[in-house]
């Protein structure tokens, strides 16, 4: 390197920051509403609003009040909701029957959401843990393993009962092999041949889903359980990009990882060596970490969600599956 004789910086990174109009021409990554998935809690009955304390702003709704919440979803311009049952422990069992039940919440849910907003994104979560009486995302054998292959089975009923009910994204989120091939051919031979598959492909074993289980009440199922025989080591990365090939060539149209914020690497990874639509999902104990340092004061919420939300994007997201998708189309409307 040349020796720099002059007194002065030659290059002065800060001129393009000293003004708005220059840090705006120059931002390289926006976020809006486009980018937004709002993850929603579904039980049955009416007038239910059950907040769920470990996620300040989220509740478990019944169908009455999620058509209000929808309704605002669209006024935002946030382009889908993600849904997620919260099923009563009756309905539980082993073989998780009530996962493809055609008459079950969730097809009902589906219906009548896409009757009422066409053109809103409606995304089923394809998994069994609301379904099993032992919190599992599959169907387990003596030993408490979760079985692969009849698993896919019942994943493949769940996946065409959802499409058949109108749901314009099926997501499997169980981390069985083979399942996004499965229920492709599942869709396929009935002839839903428009329904998208995003797989949550890298999906990890990690402890910030804990408010989620709370949520839809799968922890007390769960309880000592684990899901490390399933769900990824968080100490790998090579292997999440073997987990989205795969899906890739088993017919997966979008590709999840999940957590967000600590595998930021892998969203870049993804994006930058497979070139696919790459989403992002800000889990439940994501969210919590913010809303209780918010809540203590302890840092401006709306500033640090934005910037997490940005953060995403610039890691290489394509979209963001968030409990702030609501919050944030709304901050965004504010200060556009
Ligand atoms: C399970 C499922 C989980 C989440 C979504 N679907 C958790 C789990 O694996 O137990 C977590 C989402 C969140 O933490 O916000 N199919």
Known sequence: MKPVHSAFPSTRMRRM??????????????????????????????????????MPGVSRVSLDNL????????????????L??????????????????????????????????PDLGIITDVALDPYTSHGQDGLIDDTGYVLNDETLEVLAKQALCHAQAGADVVAPSDMMDGRVARIRAELDVARQIYTRILAYSAKYASSFYGPFRDAVGSAGNLGKGNKYTYQMDPANSDEALREVALDISEGADMFMVKPGMPYLDIVRRVKSELQVPTYVYQVSGEYAMLKAAAANGWLNEKACALEALVAFKRAGADGILTYYALDAARWLKEDA
């Not at 997620?84 to 589906?110: H, I, M, Q, T, W």
């Open 67 to 82: 058509l209000r919440v929808a309704e605002e979803a669209v006024a935002l311009g946030v382009p889908a909701l993600a």
């Open 17 to 54: 920051r000293r003004d708005d109009f220059s840090r705006r021409l120059m931002r390289e990554h926006r976020l809006s509403a486009d980018d937004l998935i709002y993850p929603v809690f579904v039980l049955e009955g009416e007038q239910i609003n059950q907040p769920v304390a470990s």
């Open 84 to 117: 997620f049952p919260v099923v009563e422990d009756a309905k539980k069992s082993l073989g998780a029957e009530e996962a493809y039940n055609p008459d079950g919440l969730v097809p009902r849910v589906v219906q009548a959401l896409k009757a009422r907003f």
